[in-house]
């Protein structure tokens, strides 16, 4: 079944002028509540966004993208920031142990954002977007916008950042298009890179 809802899965830019019932956002958003994260921190908000001028707005800071506020639905990811003393810079060093020294050396809110760990909306994003697709809800993924501007306007505390924002709603005609994707041979290796081409 899932892999039946990735088929189907593709951007929409244009929606239908039609609200999503309340049954269906809440069942997307609580795709995305049983989500996975490192260490079970949950360390996320999910920010619903019916109001059609806030929308505007939202599309302004997301650098004028104007298809956006034919949404009836945003929810915006945020990611409520995981502090130095909870292991972050500790855990990307041992990722990238070449770096240790510019990751101790980066600014603390500097670090915070590059390390907001953005990555974990991705998981729940994701559920979120196969849990609309089976009633028929179509998306679009945003990561182009103001971090900063959208996460102001939204009244988010200094300890949490809007990271993704993702547009709901029902596809106008002709808008569900899926692309073609790669055969799997072109995408995957066994045991070595090198060995496998």
Known sequence: MIIELLKKRCSVRKFENKK????ITNSILEAGRLSPSGGNEQSWKFGV????????????????????VTAPLLIVLCTVIVGDDIDGRRIQKARFPRFEKEIDQMKKDFYSFINCEEHQ??????????RAIEEGVYSTWVSYFDVEKVSDLLGLPNNVIASEIIAFGYPK????????????????FYNNFGESA
């Open 20 to 23: 999503i019932p309340d049954d």
């Open 173 to 188: 005609v002709n808008q569900v298009v899926t692309r073609k994707k790669k055969n799997l041979s072109d995408i995957i």
């Open 49 to 68: 966004i019916q109001d059609k001028n806030l929308i505007s707005k939202i599309s302004n800071f997301a650098y004028k993208q104007n298809w956006l």
């Open 121 to 130: 909306t991705k998981i729940l994003g994701s559920h979120m977007i196969l």
